[in-house]
């Protein structure tokens, strides 16, 4: 058991090094977002475990399914939550306990809520106030400008569509210009139109030199943001790199399967037979073997099982975790 | 020719028999009263429900003690009348009235869950009585508990009502005299707490009716000699006079207010806030 | 490229934000109502004319329905919501990832809260008091207890808003079984009570004994609860510093 309040522990495994896949971080430049074995458990249930990467300037997209822990990890990078093992770095400093460096980041949460009894002028102005910005009024504007929102509408927030609203938080996220932008689930509640804009507005912040980390649970949105990705999965670190290059390696990742069956060796001979596998090996009454198409395997196992009169105990991969992190890859989902 | 089709993907469809609306507001009333009462619910929201309970049954069991260790010497001065308890627990009353009836009906309208309601077989009668009866049920455990325990416990101590006849005859007064005080409470904080969709908020509107116009009448009738029958519109000691009432004796505030004029601001008291209750549903339109 | 925000200007931010906020139609009105009651009597103390001590009775009034349940009451609605409200629906996080200080946070939002009940508390009162008729000495002994009352409570408030969900229902235990019940039952405990406090400076400045409640003297019932302010309000600020932000 790791005392949480003495100096963090050592990061276990090594970060995940992301900054040479951005085209716009040089590799001498310092990282500008690290975790280091960054652990978050909530009572029984583990929503972050053992996640380390370093990311420099340019949009990194987070891809994970609903509860995958990416809200966790986004709040534990701004301080809101401490992490139960591990650290993170924002600038080389912890927003935790650091001041300054809070007003070096602009978060878009990924709630709902924002001060309803404003309008959006008043909202985005008061984000830059706060953040102890000079010509807040102008910056505002500037900010509002830049979603397409109008700076005179004298509507509340509190009565705006979830597109609009979720524009303003950006607004407010970028009012002062920080250097590491946090969007949570930006592009949820937009209309098409509206998403392609926002991710223009993205590459066009990634190329003054920031930091944007953004949130997705679909993977067409993420192909579209760029092709730095982190997958987390279960609130593990699933995989990490070049969207393109993830996509192909998943592609051609062969998987391990195991049957059980009351004819294993007329079953893997008929397998072997009609290439529906490779490297199968019978043991009592397993077969196992890997296979670089489950899709076809799945169809194929079936009906070829009937045609042999052999009995399927049950079919199962055995890399569980790895094929549905693939699955949501390549079929988003 | 057809160029679209709707496949069967096996969706399994709900084939049991549907239990309509009265097993609608069975559901309703006891999930509503699990809910107030924290069963199934994380321990904090447990804390609340139990502080009140210990606060109500508090005088009962401390009279049933002091009749266990010092038996007949309790008779007479010392002993109160079973009609007496449900004064002495006023103030846990109080406080969970002030809880139950925003329990009850506001979260609902906080989390959206009223529509979701509203498109089963529940109208929005039929979804308050069910909520109404919630908040009965479980405001009679705490109201009607304390006297029924030192009922039950005097009997056995052998200092109960003499006979049969009689003691069914005392039952029966406190469970109408709690029921009295259950409904009248009731239905003023359900009023009250229908203003608002805050539970907070909720909370602090019950409050104010029942303490500030009780703090009032008190003030009115003490400080400035303000006549005696003002008590009719303070609906929260008002309905506690109900029960000496049953017991033929009347208690020191009411004097001089006729059983009949208690009885009527009583009935008052539920038509206002049941009508305040329908109305502020009523404005809630089609949702 | 954002600076620091001084803790005087974070401040005067968060006032002005959360006064805002607060300040709801429902809820003024709601407290108003409740305001009017207490002119009501005062009106009928100045009109009878069968009282025997009208000032015994006017001090005695306002100890009931001023300090008992308007100031509590007002006090309990806005501090609790004041930095609470923000806590439960997920906007604490705007006052939160800045680059402020903690302290002047939580110290913005208890003037907030303090700038909305102090109207609705000490004019509500005063006229009451000045209604009544039964001298000055009631007026400037409401509105110092008044103004005690309203800046402790607040304090209070605001710390109970960021340490509990539901804090206002707590709030309404505190008040109504703390104050009003366990504190009736010895002196200790009534000195953990914060309505002790007002109610001594009331019966003090109008030389009238009031029963229950052991009373201390002036000077203690106006340091004590600022005490007690300065201590809600720093364990509030160290509590915003350690909690977890949604």
Same mark, same amino acid.
């Given at each position: 058991?790791?005392?949480?309040?003495?100096?963090?522990?050592?990061?276990?495994?090594?970060?995940?090094?992301?900054?040479?896949?951005?085209?716009?971080?040089?590799?001498?430049?310092?990282?500008?977002?690290?975790?280091?074995?960054?652990?978050?458990?909530?009572?029984?249930?583990?929503?972050?475990?053992?996640?380390?990467?370093?990311?420099?300037?340019?949009?990194?997209?987070?891809?994970?399914?609903?509860?995958?822990?990416?809200?966790?990890?986004? %709040?534990?990078?701004?301080?809101?939550?401490?992490?139960?093992?591990? %650290?993170?770095?924002?600038?080389?400093?912890?927003?935790?306990?650091?001041?300054?460096?809070?007003?070096? *980041?602009?978060?878009?949460?990924?709630?709902?809520?924002?001060?309803?009894?404003?309008?959006?002028?008043?909202?985005?102005?008061?984000?830059?106030?706060?953040?102890?910005?000079?010509?807040?009024?102008?910056?505002?504007?500037?900010?509002? !400008?830049?979603?397409? *929102?109008?700076?005179?509408?004298?509507?509340?927030?509190?009565?705006?569509?979830?597109?609009?609203?979720?524009?303003?938080?950006?607004?407010?996220?970028?009012?002062?210009?920080?250097?590491?932008?946090?969007?949570?689930?930006?592009?949820?509640?937009?209309?098409?139109?509206?998403?392609?804009?926002?991710?223009?507005?993205?590459?066009?912040?990634?190329?003054?030199?920031?930091?944007?980390?953004?949130?997705?649970?679909?993977?067409?949105?993420?192909?579209?943001?760029?092709?730095?990705?982190?997958?987390?999965?279960?609130?593990?670190?699933?995989?990490?790199?070049?969207?393109?290059?993830?996509?192909?390696?998943?592609?051609?990742?062969?998987?391990?399967?195991?049957?059980?069956?009351?004819?294993?060796?007329?079953?893997?001979?008929? *397998?072997?037979?009609?290439?529906?596998?490779?490297?199968?090996?019978?043991?009592?009454?397993?077969?196992?073997?890997?296979?670089?198409?489950? !899709?076809?395997?799945?169809?194929?196992?079936?009906?070829?099982?009937?045609?042999?009169?052999?009995?399927?105990?049950?079919?199962?991969?055995?890399?569980?975790?790895?094929?549905?992190?693939?699955?949501?890859?390549?079929?988003?989902? | 020719?057809?160029?679209?089709?709707?496949?069967?993907?096996?969706?399994?469809?709900? +084939?049991?028999?549907?239990?309509?609306?009265?097993?609608?507001?069975?559901?309703?009333?006891? =999930?509503?009263?699990?809910?107030?009462?924290?069963?199934?619910?994380?321990?904090?929201?447990?804390?609340?429900?139990?502080?009140?309970?210990?606060?109500?049954?508090?005088?009962?069991?401390?009279?049933?003690?002091?009749?266990?260790?010092?038996?007949?010497?309790?008779?007479?001065?010392?002993?109160?009348? =079973?009609? +007496?308890?449900?004064?002495?627990?006023?103030?846990?009353?109080?406080?969970?009235?002030?809880?139950?009836?925003? +329990?009850?009906?506001?979260?609902?309208?906080?989390?959206?869950?009223?529509?979701? =309601?509203?498109?089963?077989?529940?109208?929005?009668?039929? =979804?308050?009585?069910?909520?109404?009866?919630?908040?009965?049920?479980?405001?009679?455990?705490?109201?009607?508990?304390?006297?029924?325990?030192?009922?039950?416990?005097?009997?056995?101590?052998?200092?109960?009502?003499?006979?049969?006849?009689?003691?069914?005859?005392?039952?029966?007064?406190?469970?109408?005299?709690?029921?009295?005080?259950?409904?009248?409470?009731?239905?003023?904080?359900?009023?009250?707490?229908?203003?608002?969709?805050?539970?907070?908020?909720?909370?602090?509107?019950?409050?104010?009716?029942?303490?500030?116009?009780?703090?009032?009448?008190?003030?009115?009738?003490?400080?400035?000699?303000?006549?005696?029958?003002?008590?009719?519109?303070?609906?929260?000691?008002?309905?506690?006079?109900?029960?000496?009432?049953?017991?033929?004796?009347?208690? +020191?505030?009411?004097?001089?207010?006729?059983?009949?004029?208690?009885?009527?601001?009583?009935?008052?008291?539920?038509?206002?806030?049941?009508?305040?209750?329908?109305?502020?549903?009523?404005?809630?339109?089609?949702? | 490229?954002?600076?620091?925000?001084?803790?005087?200007?974070?401040?005067?931010?968060?006032?002005?934000?959360?006064?805002?906020?607060?300040?709801?139609?429902?809820?003024?009105?709601?407290?108003?109502?409740?305001?009017?009651?207490? $002119? &009501?009597?005062?009106?009928?103390?100045?009109?009878?004319?069968?009282?025997?001590?009208?000032?015994?009775?006017?001090?005695?009034?306002?100890?009931?329905?001023?300090?008992?349940?308007?100031?509590?009451?007002?006090?309990?609605?806005?501090? $609790?919501?004041?930095? $609470?409200?923000?806590? /439960?629906?997920?906007?604490?996080?705007?006052?939160?990832?800045?680059?402020?200080?903690?302290?002047?946070?939580?110290?913005?939002?208890?003037?907030?809260?303090?700038?909305?009940?102090?109207?609705?508390?000490? &004019?509500?009162?005063?006229?009451?008091?000045?209604?009544?008729? &039964?001298? /000055?000495?009631?007026?400037?002994? #409401?509105?110092?207890?008044?103004?005690?009352?309203?800046?402790?409570?607040?304090?209070?408030?605001?710390?109970?808003?960021?340490?509990?969900?539901?804090?206002?229902?707590?709030?309404?235990?505190?008040?109504?079984?703390? /104050?009003?019940?366990?504190?009736?039952?010895?002196?200790?405990?009534?000195?953990?009570?914060?309505?002790?406090? #007002?109610?001594?400076?009331?019966?003090?400045?109008?030389?009238?004994?009031?029963?229950?409640?052991? /009373?201390?003297?002036?000077?203690?019932?106006?340091?004590?609860?600022?005490?007690?302010?300065?201590?809600?309000?720093?364990?509030?600020?160290?509590?915003?510093? #350690?909690?977890?932000?949604?």
């Amino acid at each position: 058991m790791t005392d949480v309040s003495s100096p963090p522990p050592p990061p276990t495994g090594a970060p995940v090094d992301l900054g040479h896949l951005t085209q716009a971080y040089s590799a001498s430049g310092p990282p500008m977002v690290e975790a280091f074995g960054v652990t978050k458990a909530f009572g029984d249930v583990i929503a972050v475990s053992d996640v380390s990467f370093r990311i420099g300037s340019g949009i990194t997209a987070i891809l994970g399914p609903n509860g995958a822990g990416k809200s966790t990890l986004f %709040r534990i990078l701004c301080g809101l939550t401490p992490p139960s093992k591990g %650290r993170v770095e924002v600038l080389g400093r912890d927003a935790r306990r650091d001041r300054d460096v809070r007003g070096r *980041i602009g978060l878009a949460p990924q709630q709902d809520a924002m001060f309803d009894r404003l309008s959006a002028f008043e909202f985005v102005e008061y984000a830059a106030l706060t953040n102890g910005v000079d010509s807040a009024e102008t910056r505002a504007r500037a900010a509002l !400008d830049y979603v397409e *929102i109008s700076a005179d509408d004298p509507k509340r927030v509190g009565a705006f569509s979830k597109g609009m609203r979720q524009r303003v938080k950006l607004a407010a996220a970028l009012v002062h210009d920080p250097e590491i932008l946090v969007l949570d689930e930006p592009l949820t509640g937009l209309d098409p139109v509206q998403r392609s804009r926002m991710i223009e507005l993205f590459n066009d912040l990634a190329g003054q030199d920031k930091c944007l980390l953004v949130s997705s649970h679909v993977l067409d949105e993420v192909a579209r943001l760029g092709s730095n990705v982190l997958v987390i999965a279960q609130g593990r670190l699933a995989a990490a790199g070049d969207y393109h290059a993830l996509r192909d390696m998943m592609d051609d990742r062969p998987h391990r399967i195991r049957i059980e069956t009351d004819q294993p060796r007329r079953l893997a001979a008929a *397998i072997i037979e009609r290439d529906l596998a490779k490297g199968v090996s019978v043991e009592n009454e397993e077969i196992t073997l890997d296979t670089t198409d489950v !899709d076809r395997f799945g169809r194929a196992i079936a009906p070829l099982a009937v045609e042999l009169t052999a009995h399927l105990g049950s079919v199962a991969p055995l890399d569980d975790d790895l094929e549905s992190v693939f699955r949501y890859l390549v079929e988003g989902r | 020719m057809t160029s679209a089709e709707i496949f069967d993907r096996g969706y399994r469809r709900f +084939e049991g028999t549907r239990g309509g609306r009265g097993s609608a507001m069975r559901s309703v009333v006891w =999930y509503t009263t699990k809910s107030i009462l924290g069963l199934g619910r994380k321990a904090r929201h447990k804390v609340f429900p139990v502080i009140v309970a210990v606060i109500a049954f508090l005088p009962a069991i401390i009279f049933l003690g002091m009749a266990i260790l010092i038996g007949d010497l309790l008779e007479g001065e010392l002993r109160p009348e =079973y009609w +007496e308890l449900f004064g002495f627990s006023f103030m846990a009353f109080l406080v969970f009235t002030t809880m139950v009836a925003p +329990e009850a009906i506001v979260r609902d309208r906080r989390d959206g869950m009223l529509p979701l =309601y509203l498109s089963t077989p529940l109208t929005k009668v039929t =979804y308050l009585i069910s909520k109404g009866t919630a908040v009965i049920a479980t405001m009679m455990i705490i109201v009607l508990g304390p006297s029924l325990l030192a009922l039950v416990g005097f009997t056995v101590q052998g200092m109960g009502p003499d006979g049969f006849g009689t003691w069914i005859e005392t039952l029966a007064k406190l469970v109408l005299a709690a029921f009295t005080i259950v409904v009248v409470l009731g239905a003023v904080a359900l009023g009250a707490a229908s203003l608002t969709d805050r539970r907070a908020f909720a909370s602090v509107a019950v409050v104010m009716v029942l303490l500030g116009l009780s703090f009032f009448v008190e003030v009115m009738v003490n400080g400035v000699d303000a006549p005696e029958t003002l008590r009719l519109i303070d609906p929260l000691n008002l309905p506690f006079e109900v029960a000496p009432r049953l017991f033929d004796a009347k208690s +020191e505030p009411f004097v001089e207010v006729s059983t009949s004029l208690v009885l009527l601001g009583n009935l008052g008291w539920v038509v206002a806030g049941v009508g305040t209750l329908a109305a502020s549903y009523r404005r809630l339109g089609a949702v | 490229m954002s600076a620091s925000v001084s803790p005087l200007r974070a401040i005067g931010l968060v006032h002005g934000l959360l006064i805002r906020q607060l300040l709801t139609r429902g809820r003024i009105l709601a407290l108003l109502a409740l305001s009017v009651l207490l $002119g &009501v009597v005062s009106l009928s103390v100045r009109l009878s004319d069968t009282l025997e001590n009208p000032l015994r009775s006017s001090v005695e009034i306002f100890d009931v329905v001023g300090f008992t349940l308007v100031v509590p009451i007002v006090a309990l609605v806005f501090a $609790g919501a004041a930095l $609470g409200d923000s806590r /439960e629906d997920g906007t604490l996080v705007y006052l939160w990832l800045r680059p402020m200080d903690r302290w002047p946070v939580v110290v913005g939002a208890w003037l907030a809260a303090v700038s909305v009940s102090l109207p609705l508390t000490v &004019v509500p009162l005063g006229i009451s008091a000045m209604i009544a008729g &039964v001298g /000055e000495g009631l007026l400037m002994a #409401t509105v110092l207890a008044a103004l005690v009352g309203v800046l402790v409570y607040s304090a209070v408030f605001v710390l109970l808003g960021l340490l509990l969900k539901n804090s206002i229902i707590w709030g309404i235990g505190y008040i109504l079984i703390w /104050e009003g019940l366990i504190a009736q039952f010895g002196s200790a405990l009534g000195k953990a009570a914060l309505r002790g406090y #007002t109610r001594s400076i009331l019966a003090n400045r109008m030389d009238i004994d009031l029963d229950g409640f052991s /009373e201390v003297s002036t000077a203690s019932a106006v340091a004590i609860p600022i005490v007690v302010t300065i201590v809600a309000l720093f364990l509030a600020a160290a509590r915003l510093r #350690t909690m977890e932000i949604d």
